[in-house]
């Protein structure tokens, strides 16, 4: 059973390596064998998080790259070429979030800026399709391929606008609507390449813990079935198997991993 996670034959390129979940998602599919390209704007970035974890002597590298512009996916789709010959795995993670905010990434939904509605749509939603228009075209071309979307909870539910005040954190209405749009899209190239070897799904972190505390942080344990925020690790198990043969004939799937918030 161990062999249908194995991914020493795969290449995988994930978006937003720098991140808070790319990381961990790079380690997790190291771990199994895969050869793993960390994409983000900032490319020192994920070159610093590779030397912090002595990955020097593993099949990785970080390489830079603008989601929003399809030249910038071009161009690094060409270099994955050039030195692997293929792809087997896009993870599009890269996104605007409360780590990476947009300057009015805070305002409330009757004044919030159309520049940062259309900021975040490039990142969050347009970047995706970029992604998945460039590195798609390459999977049919190779006659086989994976796409994984990390979408979110709030592109399945809406926020819980009651935790929020006094908490000094936001959730913006262009994240939730970015998000949701992220699951339109897996769903509609899922059915769209199925027959033709090509994966599509996403996969749906909950709340990720990253130092919250306070009023914010009891708040969110006490909606949470579980009583806690995701580590962000909890997402490993979910990216081997959706980027491995273990999931070979789910498709279009939406993989949650909210320790129980979107059930009740």
Not at 1 to 14: A, G
Not at 65 to 88: E, F
Not at 92 to 121: C, H, L, V, Y
């Amino acid at each position: 059973m161990n062999d249908i996670f194995n991914l020493s034959d795969k290449t995988v390129l994930i978006t937003g390596g720098a991140g808070l979940l790319g990381p961990e998602m790079a380690s997790a599919l190291l771990e199994k064998g895969a050869t793993v390209v960390m994409a983000d704007l900032d490319k020192s970035k994920c070159d610093a998080i590779i030397a912090e974890k002595s990955w020097h002597d593993l099949p990785v590298i970080g390489i830079g790259l603008d989601v929003a512009s399809s030249q910038s996916w071009k161009d690094a789709l060409k270099l994955i070429l050039d030195k692997y010959g293929k792809i087997d795995v896009l993870i599009n993670g890269a996104a605007s979030t409360n780590q990476s905010k947009t300057a009015n990434f805070e305002a409330g939904f009757e004044d919030f800026p159309e520049e940062d509605w259309d900021r975040i749509m490039d990142i969050n939603l347009k970047g995706v399709f970029l992604g998945c228009q460039v590195i798609g075209k390459q999977m049919l071309t190779q006659g086989k391929g994976n796409i994984i979307n990390i979408a979110s909870l709030y592109g399945v539910v809406s926020p819980n606008h009651r935790i929020y005040p006094g908490t000094g954190i936001f959730q913006p209405v262009a994240y939730s609507v970015s998000k949701q749009g992220v699951i339109a899209l897996t769903k509609y190239l899922a059915t769209l390449w199925a027959d033709k070897q090509i994966r599509v799904n996403s996969l749906t972190p909950g709340g990720v813990w990253n130092g919250h505390e306070g009023l914010f942080y009891e708040r969110y344990k006490q909606l949470n079935p579980s009583g806690d925020m995701a580590h962000k690790s909890d997402m490993n198990g979910g990216i081997v198997f959706l980027a491995s043969e273990a999931s070979k004939h789910i498709v279009g799937h939406n993989l949650i991993i909210d320790g129980g918030y979107s059930v009740w």
